[in-house]
């Protein structure tokens, strides 16, 4: 089986509220109203059309897509999805995580994309799902928190919350990290609403140098915390471990290749990894960390950078093939975009995705 064409879709899709993070070493970043996408679309000599995802693209990352498609062509045009190992090896050739041309973190979603699309391939050619192309399947679904982000308005939090706690969500994470008086507010609305049965993270998104992470951690402790996410600016090995002495809650960050894995573990950085296919580059990079924590015996969850229907799909395989998932993972992409790509996006049921018995990252697409 060969890749003979692939196809570049672009997708702008709005979020059903205007949503807002903190800025790593201070600050609060733009808030978000819409998100730009790339599909991916590979055909093959054998018949079959696989799918990937360019996921929530930073707005002054947007490529062109006649000329991103060429460079995307270079990567996938003759090859056997197959050889995924080997073509990963290539594509930090052609995508690096330096700084060049469309940036880092478009080079990231980039093999995310491409790496998803090979995927799809062979599941499609096998007739098999993805997670048990990666060795297994060990879960049916996978608990989700949803995630809420930084605005003023208690009241509206309040009925956020409680509208998902009707829904069968009992995992939240809440975005933080901007000014902790009203952090502290809305973490004990919160916590209020949710109930004290709920597991609940916070998530300051590297807002926070590493005195302020263990003075606020500490300060926000009473409110039952299963993890604190990206507490410190920089993510540096070394801090992370001296903020994990000094606090009696759960640290959580997202680790993106093998190396910064070896890293983190070498200092005794975190409790939790956070993996997932868009920060990793890709299926195959993030379950061989997720092997590396497994054996490390450091926890995992899935995290995500907001994709649509069909990355949230490839998340759940990876998640699926997962024994050690430790907190709920934050798969929130479907609840939170006004509309889908998908006939039939993913649904939440009890605030768990189901891992789904078809085949196909792309099937029922509209594209």
Partial sequence: MRITDVELIPFDVRRR??????????GAREVVQASPFLFLR????????????ISDIEPDEVPDP???????????????????????AEWAEIFPDADGIGGSSLHRLTRAGLDMACYDLVSLAADTPVCRLLGGQWHQSIQISWVAFIREDLD?????????????????KLKVGVDIDLDE????????????????????NGGWDRDQAVTHIRRLARFDLDGVETPVGGRDPADLAVVRREVDVSLIEHVATANDALQYIRHESLDVFNIATTGCGGIFPARQIASMAETAEVGL??????EMGPGTRAQVQLAASIRGLSLASDLVGPGLYAED??????GYVGGHLEVPKSIGFGAGITL
Avoid: N
């Fill in 17 to 26: 509220y205007a949503t807002q993070i903190a800025q790593e070493g201070g």
């Fill in 42 to 53: 590979a055909t093959t000599d054998s018949g079959h059309t696989g799918w990937g995802e």
């Fill in 66 to 88: 006649q000329a991103w498609q060429e460079r995307v062509a270079e990567a996938l045009v003759g090859r056997d999805p197959i050889d995924i190992a080997r073509h990963h």
């Fill in 156 to 172: 509206l939090l309040r009925e956020e919350i409680a509208e998902k706690c009707a829904e069968g969500f009992t995992a939240f």
């Fill in 185 to 204: 507010q809305r973490l004990a609305v919160m916590r209020d609403t949710a109930g004290p049965g709920a597991s609940i993270k916070i998530d300051p």
């Fill in 301 to 306: 969850l899935l995290g995500s950078t907001v």
């Fill in 341 to 346: 790509v998908l006939e039939e996006p993913p």
